[in-house]
């Protein structure tokens, strides 16, 4: 067995065969505590600062140890890395047999049951030609294609409304009772996946459908060693959602949708059932209709002061029950139908118990309207316990891991949420020097974030260093209000001429591409930038951060959770809110260094950095910059930069 000094070593087989390699210490010591995890079944938490290159640092480990192991990653992006680049590159390296499948949601896989439906129903469901030709063109990829992934037909965009049509649900698949059951992709995958050494999946599939084995995957995680969660940061949110119960108004027009396709094949005699289900569909729609507003989350308590919601809710029960009895009386007529009862049941048990009282003690319960469905959400308050359950269930490894995830190197935040207690935890700072990379600027002179002209005062406190920077910065916002904001004021600002890139204008990998390619733009965006964001060298040397990104206090599942905390005695600011803002703050602020060579600012324009005892706390939680409050050693930094800067060029709509 290779030893993981020598793996890592100058002239080791990574640094042979992997291009770019580096010799880390942080690296091989991350390695060698993990090797220890797996070897002793533990749970590690673990920081890693960028550069430390913990991505080998876990797969190194995790190859050489053998045994099943299922590797989780916050994006479907960041899962085909690992799949395509990394565990092929260190599989190469090391030269080991290991056979690794790539596992995704089944709404990327093409459903053969549901295209030919949809094959057999053109004129009922599709109206426009464009659908009707990339509904030909999924028909002939079915036919071939090993896989059914719908990232490997790029003519049919991937956010086409023709997907929803031909791919499945966990509502709408008929599992083993599905004619197409023998050739499904879904369960091919699932299949290679149960028999491969390594299991890449993502955080939304990993406990939508692996922990809580709600789907055909219940023998993946008994059968495995080792559970590995890249990006663990965002665990705790996606915990929250999973480990909840919610409904839309979307997934009941689905329904009625599909029943509707069902009981004309198979009941077409059978008129109440047609009623109960127009019915059906009605109410979900004046349900959505109750609620004025749009993007918003609402508590339970605020939801039933609109007039119209209590009642729409009622009646919706109402029509429900008599869909689901309807339905149940022609179940036995065809498999679809049988399937559309119990589908409707479930949503009627779900509704119900969100509706009644102490039904759903140790959850909160809120509303989120969207522009087309409105959502009933009941979140767990706290996820520990329920983690917990999981993690105790069989003996194995976890990891967790980030380069996010503690405060001043203080865990216990993290393990708190997620019933970590008790875990082993880690700490590397990232190798890149700072002190000479990265400099620190919180402007002087800024109001308090609450006052009405906030944002304009960033702006004009921003734009000497856009200028001193040459552009090549972005602008991140904490709401998207105040991002609308920057783009107006930067769009008018005399003297002032450098691209601007506008989070919405484009997908997010459109942008970060043009963004590159310019070389001098200002990208203004909101959470999306955040996190997940690789911009390597010139074209980004200044990152502005609007305000401290605490979560707005009016959340209904923050607020329940504070009001919680606070009834136990608990200083939830401390315990709960501060530490989820440094979180946040350490991911905004890491898109700025992400090499040896990189340099630039990083620009913090809330006073309350300074102004407030805690502070001291989120500054000292950042990489170990140079800090200033002074913009000519801002002006300077910029001015002393090694590489030569690129002529802006006009803005887009100045040209
Ligand atoms: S088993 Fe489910 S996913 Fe597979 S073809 Fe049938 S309905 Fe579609």
Same mark, same amino acid.
Request: charged content about 35%; aromatic content about 6%; hydrophobic content about 30%.
């Given at each position: 067995m290779l030893e993981l000094e020598s793996i890592f070593s100058p002239g080791g087989v990574l640094s042979r065969h992997i291009a770019g390699f580096h010799v880390r210490s942080q690296q091989v010591e991350m390695a060698r505590a993990i090797t220890s995890t797996i070897e002793n079944h533990r749970i590690l938490v673990a920081e890693a600062g960028t550069g430390t290159g913990k991505t080998l640092a876990y797969l190194v480990p995790a190859l050489l140890a053998g045994g099943k192991v299922i590797i989780s990653t916050g994006t479907k992006t960041l899962q085909d890395q690992l799949f395509k680049r990394d565990i092929p590159a260190a599989r190469a390296a090391l030269k080991l047999p290991v056979s690794v499948a790539l596992l995704k949601g089944r709404a990327n896989y093409v459903c053969h049951y549901h295209l030919e439906r949809s094959l057999q129903d053109t004129q009922l469901t599709f109206v426009n030609r464009e659908e009707i030709r990339y509904l030909q063109w999924i028909e002939r990829y079915a036919g071939y294609s090993?896989?059914?992934?719908?990232?490997?037909?790029?003519?049919?965009?991937?956010? *086409? =409304?023709?997907w929803q049509f031909v791919t499945s649900t966990r509502d709408n698949c008929l599992g083993?009772?599905?004619?197409?059951y023998k050739r499904c992709f879904v369960m091919e995958a699932r299949k290679q996946a149960m028999s491969a050494d390594i299991v890449v999946v993502n955080h939304h599939l990993f406990f939508a459908d692996?922990?809580?084995?709600?789907?055909?995957?219940?023998?993946l995680l008994p059968a495995c060693n080792t559970v590995i969660f890249d990006e663990a940061h965002q665990l705790p949110e996606t915990a929250s959602l999973f480990f909840g119960e919610s409904v839309s108004t979307g997934q009941l027009l689905d329904l009625a949708r599909d029943a509707k396709i069902e009981a004309l094949k *198979? =009941?077409?005699?059978?008129t109440p059932l047609q009623d109960a289900i127009t019915a059906t569909d009605k109410a979900a729609r004046d349900l959505r209709l109750a609620?004025?507003?749009?993007?918003t989350r609402i508590a339970l308590s605020e939801a039933f002061r609109y007039p119209g919601f209590k009642p729409a809710l009622d009646q919706l029960l109402e029509q429900l029950d008599a869909l689901v009895g309807a339905l149940e009386s022609q179940a036995e007529r065809s498999e679809g139908l049988e399937h559309c009862w119990h589908r409707a049941d479930n949503h009627l048990q779900l509704i119900r118990r969100w509706h009644d009282?102490?039904?759903?003690?140790g959850y909160v319960r809120w509303i989120e309207v969207f522009h087309h469905a409105l959502q009933l959400h009941a979140t767990p308050l706290s996820i520990a316990g329920i983690f917990q359950k999981q993690l105790a269930a069989s003996l194995r490894a976890w990891i967790f891991t980030s380069a996010?995830?503690?405060?001043k190197k203080d865990f216990s935040h993290y393990n708190h949420e997620m019933g970590l207690d008790g875990a082993q935890t880690a700490s590397w700072d990232s190798p890149f020097d700072y002190g000479a990379q990265a400099l620190l600027y919180v402007p002087q002179g800024l109001p308090e974030?609450?006052?009405?002209?906030y944002t304009d005062r960033v702006v004009a406190a921003a734009l000497p260093v856009l200028r001193a920077s040459k552009g090549r910065a972005f602008f991140l916002c904490t709401s998207l209000r105040a991002m609308q904001r920057v783009y107006e004021l930067l769009q008018v600002a005399d003297d002032f001429d450098f691209p601007l890139l506008l989070q919405g204008q484009g997908s997010r990998s459109y942008l970060l591409d043009s963004f590159r390619t310019i070389g001098n733009a200002i990208l203004i965006g909101s959470q999306?930038?955040?996190?997940g964001v690789d911009v390597r060298g010139e074209a980004l040397s200044l990152v502005i951060i609007d305000?401290?990104?605490?979560?707005?206090?009016?959340?209904p599942v923050l607020s329940a959770r504070i009001e919680k905390m606070t009834n136990e005695g608990r200083n939830a600011f401390m315990d709960y809110q501060l530490p989820r803002a440094v979180i946040s703050l350490k991911q905004g602020a890491g898109?700025?260094?992400?090499?040896?060579?990189d340099h630039g600012v990083l620009m913090i324009c809330d006073p309350r950095l300074i102004t407030k005892a805690y502070g001291k706390q989120i500054w000292q939680s950042l990489p170990p910059m140079k800090r200033t409050r002074d913009l000519t050693e801002v002006e300077n930094f910029f001015a002393a930069g090694r590489q030569p800067l690129i002529q802006p060029r006009l803005n887009q709509h100045q040209e």
């Open positions: 090993k896989d059914g992934d719908k990232s490997g037909l790029s003519e049919v965009p991937e956010h *086409a =409304a023709i083993s009772d599905c004619p197409s692996v922990m809580l084995r709600d789907e055909g995957l219940s023998e *198979a =009941a077409r005699d059978f609620v004025a507003e749009e993007n009282d102490g039904e759903m003690d996010t995830l503690s405060v974030p609450q006052q009405k002209d999306s930038f955040w996190e305000k401290l990104p605490f979560a707005p206090p009016d959340d898109r700025l260094i992400r090499d040896e060579t």
